[in-house]
C-alpha cells in the first residue's frame, strides 16, 4: 500500500469510530418537554393568567367599596370674642381638638349597564386568550415537528451516506489489492480514492447538519445545547377517509376562525359598553362614623361627642359630555365592524390554505410512494453493477455511477418521507386537529 493511501486512511480513521449509543427522544417526550419549557407557549399562559384575573368577580365593579378613615385636628389660636351682650372675651393660645373615625360603603347600583358589559367582554377576553394559547402551542408543535423530523431525515441521510463510504472504502481495498497483482491499473485505485474523499466529505457536511438541526431542537424545546440525543425515525401516517373528515370538518375548528370569532364578540360587548354613557347611574352612599371635639373656652361649648349612620342616594345623569362619549360609541361601532371583515377574510383565505394543504398532503404522499420504488430499482441496479463489476464486466465509473444514483434515491426518498409528514400536519393544524391525534 503506497504513501497516498497511509495518509488517506490516517485522515478518514475518526470517520470509521463508532460512537456510543444515544438516549432516544421520542416524539411524546418532546411533545412534553415543549408544552412545559417552551418559553412562546409559557408567555401565552401568562396571558391566560392575566385574562383569568381580568375576568374575575374582583375586576367587574359589581362589588361595593369599602374604605375607613380616621382624622384628628389641632389648633392653638390667639381668639377674641364678642357675644351678642356686648361682653368681649379674648383667651390666647385658646386649643381646639377634633378626632373623626368612619367607616364609608360605596355602590354603584345601576350605571347605564356598562359594567355588565364589561364583565362579559372580560369573561370573553379569557375565552379569547385560551383561544390564543391553543394557537401558540399548535403553531409550537408544529414548529417543533419540522425541526424533529429534520433532524431524523438528517440521521437518515447520515446513515445514507455511512453506508455509501464504506461500499467505497470497501471498492478501494479491492482496488488495491487487484492492482497489487497486476489484475488493474493505477487508474482503478486512484478513481476510488478520489470517489472515497468525496464521500467522507459528503459525511462530514452530512453529520454537521445533523449537530446544527440538534441545536435547533434543543432551542425549541428550552433544553441544553450540548445535549445528546437520538429521534425516532418512524413515521406513521393518519388514514386518508379520517383526514377527509377533519379537512370537511375545518371551518368549524379552526383556531384562527375561532379567534376570529372571539374577537367580534370582544368588540359588541366593548359598543354595547360605550353606549352606557347615555343612561344616568345610581349610587348608594352609607356611613357610620363617630366624631369628637374639645373647644376653648370662646366656644358655646366645652366638648362634643357623636356617632351614627347616614345613608344616601345620589343619581347623575351627563346630559352632554362634549362630544366624547358619542365619539367613543361610533369608535366602538367601527371597530366591532372590522372585526366582522377580518373574520370574512379569514375565511376566504383558510379555506384558500385548507384547499392548498390537502392538495400538497396528497401529492407529497404520492410522490414518497414513487421514491420509495425508486429506491428499490435504484438499489437491485447497484447490487446488479457491484456484481458486474466484481466479474469485470463494467468500468468502476459506471459503478460509481450506480452508488450516486442510490445514494440521491435513498435520500429523496428521506425527504419525500418527512415533508410528506410536515404536510399531514400542516392540514392537521389548519382543521384544527393537530392536538387531537397521536403523533
Known amino acids: 500500500m503506497n504513501k497516498s493511501t497511509y495518509i488517506l486512511l490516517f485522515i478518514l480513521l475518526p470517520l470509521c469510530t463508532i460512537g456510543q449509543e444515544l438516549p432516544q427522544l421520542s416524539k411524546e417526550t418532546a411533545v412534553a418537554e415543549a408544552l412545559e419549557r417552551n418559553f412562546g407557549i409559557v408567555i401565552a399562559r401568562n396571558q391566560l393568567a392575566i385574562a383569568d384575573a381580568n375576568s374575575s368577580i374582583l375586576n367587574s365593579r ?3 367599596i369599602l374604605s375607613a378613615t380616621a382624622g384628628f385636628n389641632y389648633s392653638n389660636e390667639d381668639q377674641e370674642v364678642t357675644f351678642r351682650n356686648g361682653e368681649v372675651n379674648s383667651v390666647n ?5 377634633r378626632y373623626n373615625a368612619a367607616l364609608n360603603l360605596n355602590y354603584t ?8 358589559y364589561d364583565y362579559k367582554r372580560f369573561k370573553e ?4 386568550s385560551e383561544l390564543q394559547v391553543r394557537q401558540t402551542i399548535e403553531t409550537t408543535l408544529l414548529q417543533l415537528f419540522t425541526v424533529y423530523y429534520e433532524v431524523a431525515r438528517l440521521r437518515e441521510n447520515v446513515s445514507v451516506l455511512e453506508q455509501t463510504y464504506a461500499n467505497t472504502q470497501d471498492r478501494l481495498t479491492r ?13 482503478e485505485v486512484l478513481n476510488a480514492e478520489v470517489d472515497l474523499v468525496t464521500d467522507s466529505i459528503n459525511l462530514i457536511n452530512g453529520r454537521q447538519l445533523l449537530r446544527n438541526a440538534k441545536r435547533d431542537l434543543t432551542v425549541v424545546l428550552n433544553s441544553e445545547l450540548d445535549r445528546e440525543f437520538t429521534v425516532d425515525t418512524a413515521v406513521n401516517f393518519i388514514n386518508p377517509i379520517r383526514m377527509e373528515e377533519f379537512y370537511t370538518a375545518a371551518p368549524q375548528n379552526n383556531v384562527e376562525l375561532l379567534i376570529a370569532k372571539s374577537n367580534i364578540q370582544v368588540s359588541d360587548y366593548s359598543y354595547k359598553a360605550a353606549k352606557s354613557v347615555f343612561l344616568p ?12 371635639g374639645q373647644f376653648p373656652v370662646t366656644s358655646f361649648a366645652t366638648s362634643s361627642t357623636s356617632t351614627g349612620l347616614s345613608v344616601g342616594l345620589s343619581l347623575n345623569w351627563n346630559l352632554f359630555d362634549g362630544g366624547t362619549g358619542i365619539t367613543n360609541v361610533k369608535t366602538a361601532r367601527i371597530l366591532r365592524d372590522n372585526q366582522e371583515l377580518i373574520e370574512k377574510q379569514l375565511e376566504v383565505e383558510t379555506a384558500r390554505n385548507l384547499a392548498n394543504a ?3 398532503y396528497q401529492n407529497s404522499l404520492e410522490i414518497y410512494r414513487l421514491q420509495r420504488q425508486n429506491v428499490l430499482t435504484a438499489q437491485d441496479n447497484y447490487e446488479r453493477s457491484a456484481e458486474r463489476y466484481k466479474l469485470g464486466q463494467i468500468s468502476s465509473v459506471e459503478l460509481r455511477q450506480a452508488q450516486i444514483n442510490l445514494l440521491n434515491s435513498q435520500t ?5 418521507k418527512y415533508q410528506a409528514k410536515l404536510a399531514e400536519l400542516e392540514l392537521l393544524q389548519l382543521s384544527g386537529q393537530i392536538l387531537n391525534v397521536d403523533f
Open 62 to 64: 359589581f362589588l361595593p
Open 93 to 97: 393660645g385658646a386649643e381646639t381638638e
Open 109 to 116: 347600583l345601576f350605571d347605564g349597564l356598562g359594567r355588565w
Open 125 to 128: 377576553q379569557y375565552n379569547l
Open 175 to 187: 482496488a488495491q489489492y487487484q492492482f497489487d497483482y497486476g489484475q488493474v491499473n493505477k487508474l
Open 281 to 292: 347611574s345610581l349610587n348608594l352612599n352609607g356611613s357610620y362614623g363617630w366624631n369628637e
Open 358 to 360: 390537502l392538495g400538497n
Open 412 to 416: 429523496n426518498r428521506n425527504l419525500a
